[in-house]
């Protein structure tokens, strides 16, 4: 089993920045994608960037040139950078790795206008 803990998340005007951090600890050997996805209240869970071992990433349209991710495979940690952030990133971010699928606990964003 993988564990994921992440951080970083908080409250911050529209327009605002936040980093967040997800650790990985476990069968870290065996994972090839880490990535985050969010969920916003009364909505489903969306995948929001994910990044090979290899550093080949994808995002979804909505955050496009707007959140970057990154890791480090050294410290085990996947990062989302989130610029320009909008009233509508409000949500809980999941941080997640796979194989084997494996989900954190969840950070809470919200962004006011």
């Known amino acids: 089993q993988v564990q994921l803990v992440e951080s970083g998340g908080g409250l911050v005007q529209a327009g605002g920045s936040l980093r967040l951090s997800c650790v990985a600890s476990?069968?870290?050997?065996?994972?090839?994608?880490m990535g985050w996805s969010r969920q916003a209240p009364g909505k489903q869970r969306e995948l929001v960037a994910v990044?090979?071992?290899?550093?080949?990433?994808d995002y979804a349209d909505s955050v496009k040139g707007r959140f970057t991710i990154s890791r480090d495979n050294a410290k085990n940690t996947v990062y989302l950078q989130m610029n320009s952030l909008k009233p509508e990133d409000t949500g809980v971010y999941y941080c997640?790795?796979?194989?084997?699928?494996?989900w954190g606990q969840g950070t809470q964003v919200t962004v006011s206008s």
């Open positions: 990044i090979g071992s290899g550093g080949s990433t």
């Open positions: 997640y790795t796979t194989p084997p699928m494996s």
């Open positions: 476990g069968r870290i050997f065996s994972i090839n994608f």
